[in-house]
């Protein structure tokens, strides 16, 4: 089947979306939905844009709706909305509301008879998979998970929205000792605070108080509260040169024991090293909404995490080339 894939919202991550489509031969765009003016949206050759308003009037055309807004005031609206009359794939990361947020998109998508997946990247995503995996494997161990040195999207994005500021970027950088210390297999205790800082670089508007902006995000939570964070103030033209890039990676590892006294020492690690944020997570949303397509046809409907999809289901790949090629 070819799936028909809408997304909805236009920045870095539908771009990447837009882009990595074509590199799924059973993928088409039916096209970009935007709350801008549409004809200011530059997208590519033979895209064609939508405005937010005009969704419902596609409602039988697209197989899953990518959202692709922020986490702290978009998708908590927009997914819910927009499952009843899609089946939507988005990527919220605040990983404290993650079960309110599954509660609400549940409700709207079985009452639409949709299916809807949440939360689905890399992490929350790839790595949750990671901590599940190794979580069974080694029932008795400890998970670990570091990310970055890396641009935080979401992050980078909950500072864009306090006032005053024009734009921003944040890293999240792993503690090298710390890091060293969960691949060792001693299973250290390693608070939130020792594993990670964050780094903020920050424009602001002419006159806006810059102290007070600093204090804002130094103590947002589920953010950077439990983070020791430094906030740079740069011009626009220093964030453009030395920070356009959007790297990001990160490691899961699972340190357990084995053997009938727990002699063994093991170590599970998975990593990831991105040139692009933007572009890998797209690539993951887009293997997932091929998931949701098939089980919304199946009769799947509701809200649904990666816990809920198996393998197969992510691949273009029948069962039969599955078990020839990769098994």
Not at 10 to 18: D, R, T
Not at 63 to 74: K, Q, R
Not at 268 to 292: C, G
Request: hydrophobic share 35%; glycine share 10%.
């Amino acid at each position: 089947m070819t799936v028909k894939i809408g997304i909805l919202g236009y920045g870095n991550l539908g771009k990447g979306i837009e882009s990595e489509i074509k590199k799924n031969p059973d993928m088409e765009l039916y096209g970009v939905f935007t709350r801008r003016d549409k004809s200011t949206v530059k997208a590519s050759e033979g895209t064609k844009v939508y405005n937010i308003s005009e969704a419902a009037e596609h409602k039988g055309n697209i197989d899953v709706m990518i959202l692709c807004g922020g986490s702290a005031t978009d998708l908590p609206e927009q997914t819910p909305e927009f499952a009843k009359l899609f089946n939507v794939v988005d990527s919220f990361d605040t990983h404290a509301r993650i079960g309110e947020h599954f509660k609400n998109v549940d409700e709207a998508a079985k009452a639409s008879g949709k299916a809807a997946l949440i939360s689905c990247g890399w992490d929350p995503g790839m790595f949750s998979l990671m901590r599940l995996y190794g979580s069974c494997v080694l029932p008795e161990g400890k998970d670990y998970t570091f990310w970055g040195k890396g641009i935080s999207q979401g992050h980078s994005d909950a500072i864009r929205r306090i006032e005053g500021v024009v734009d921003a970027r944040q890293y999240t950088i792993p503690v090298e000792a710390a890091l060293e210390a969960a691949k060792s297999g001693e299973k250290p205790e390693l608070t939130t605070r020792q594993k990670h800082t964050r780094e903020c670089f920050v424009v602001v508007e002419e006159g806006a108080d810059k102290k007070a902006i600093e204090e804002k995000i130094v103590t947002m939570p589920n953010y950077f509260s439990d983070y020791d964070t430094t906030v740079h103030f740069v011009t626009m033209e220093e964030l453009k040169r030395d920070h356009s890039g959007m790297p990001h990676g990160g490691t899961v590892i699972r340190s357990g024991e084995t053997g009938p006294s727990n002699e063994y020492k093991d170590v599970i690690e998975y990593s990831l090293k991105l040139d692009s944020n933007p572009y890998f997570t797209s690539s993951v949303l887009l293997a997932f909404a091929r998931a949701v397509a098939r089980l919304n046809k199946e009769g799947k409907s509701g809200a649904m995490t990666v816990f809920d999809i198996a393998p197969a289901y992510l691949s273009p790949l029948s069962g039969e080339e599955l078990r020839h090629t990769m098994l």
